[in-house]
């Protein structure tokens, strides 16, 4: 089960972890701070049962012992790197919750999870220069000379830095991602943007990540006289830059909604108070959801500098520095976490995300999808961010359900507990269904699973499809008011809305469900999830009129309706 105050306990606990103490979080990779709260997952990963090792790109792995390292896994994680001064949830957020479903997978004694949590290296991008270079090391988009001259606050690279934690050049390329031994990734975050908290959305799953293009862009003018130099005369490379800076405003806003640009560093020369500038060098971050947006960005920011420049007889350079395309998630695993919100019982919104993270880099290797939950007021990357436990715990409940349900393909690999356990549910409580079923390995599908099954019943003798029929309750009987159902059938009656009725409606139930009995000697059988509470009290007399033969017959045909319907809850196609 998961335990909000254990997610709570985490956040505490990886906030202490600071160089800037009172000051908000202030992790660098590979800076004590960092390797302490390292070092903490580390050590809850193992009192949960599990096997922790550090890759040679410096990403940290926490998988239960028993899975092994080989098996296909859900990944579950994302970063405690921090910018300087930050909050205490970005990234520690998703850390959290894939470190709590470890946990509870280990309360409810499944001691071969496929989960693996994941803590990636460096995905701020504040102390070396450059982001998600942990990710981007494992999948082999970055290279050796590409993170050379890249140097932390204390002069050393990448790789001298991460020495001490892992990292290892000789290592890189054996290291590498393996994705067939991946179902998918996972991450949890926060939003770090107003919207879902103005609307009170309490999760939300990110259809598709930004893309992003980075440029330097510089102004050369003529440095003169503050005093003397007219107006008309000057080439004033800040009021260049000034301009620029007001018309990429309004340019984001002509290309998409969604579509974002900001100058954020301007350096200017020879910056004197009596000094018309003559060079200014500048960044801009351009930001949009589909690369058709980046690509018209991209034409209109070097069509407003040229323009610019040539009118105030300035010269101008525009290097591009970066540029990561827009990212989708993957349609069929966000399908499948909108489902797993559903199943339990979470309301889920759409969202999408402006801000890059490790989950764009994973995603052309491995199916990624994310969820985000709410940010006060939008705050992030302030020691003033905040996001509520409790909306954190709901993702954790959202992503266990998806981790929790195998693959047909694992299925196929489970030993005869192992199966029970998943498929024994399917017919209500007949276990010894899936225990026949186990033999006829493998399934192709889904449905290939449901036929074998039902293909037990039906090979079954007399006796035991009646008991298969009468292990189901009465729709609205005493089992279900003394709450004494399976998760499954009070599931399945709430959904009919079965467990908010009149108190006539009950009466007519209570009347329906006695003479039912009376007359064939086991309960009214219907597929709760295919019918609503007015149509199951119409079928009541006209199955009244049935012989014993045909109605029992005609409750096995439901018991094979519910079967369907569950399995699909409880095996995802591989």
Known sequence: MIRVERIERDIAAIARFTQTPGAGADRPTFSRAWGDAMEYVADQAR????????????????????????????????????????GDYDGVAGVVVGLEILRSAKDEGIARAPVELIVFAEEEGTTFGLGMIGSRLWVGE????????????????????????????????????????????????????????????????????SGRRQYLIRFDGVANHAGTTPMRLRRDALCGAAEFASALEEMAGDISRRTVATVGRLVNYPNAINVVPDRVEFTVDLRAPEDGFLERGDADVRRMVEEICRRRNLKWTVQQTESIAACPMDVRLVERLLESAHAAGVKIAEAHSGALHDSAVMAPHVPTAMLFVPSRDGISHNPAEFSRVEDIAAAAKVVEKLVRRPTVGQLNEMDEAEFVSVCGGAFERSPWIAQRAWAQRPFASVGDLHEKMTGVVKQSSAQEKLALVRAHPDLVGRLAREGRLTRESNAEQAAAGLTALSEPEIAAFEKFNTQYREKFGFPFVICARQNRKEAILAAFPKRLDNSRETELATALGEVFKIAQLRLADAVWES
């Open 47 to 86: 009192q949960a049962g599990c096997e922790w090792k550090i890759d040679a790109a410096g990403n940290g792995h926490a998988r239960p012992a028993p899975l092994g390292w080989e098996k296909p896994a859900w990944m579950c994680g994302s970063h405690i790197d921090s910018v300087p001064h930050g």
């Open 142 to 209: 970055l290279g050796e000379e590409s993170l050379r001259e890249l140097r932390n606050s204390e002069g050393k690279n990448y790789f001298e830095a991460g020495k001490e934690y892992g990292v290892d050049l000789q290592r890189l390329a054996d290291d590498r991602i393996e994705p067939v031994q991946y179902l998918g990734l996972a991450e949890v975050h926060i939003e770090q943007g107003p919207s879902m908290w103005q609307e009170d959305e309490r999760l939300g799953v990110v259809l598709g990540i």
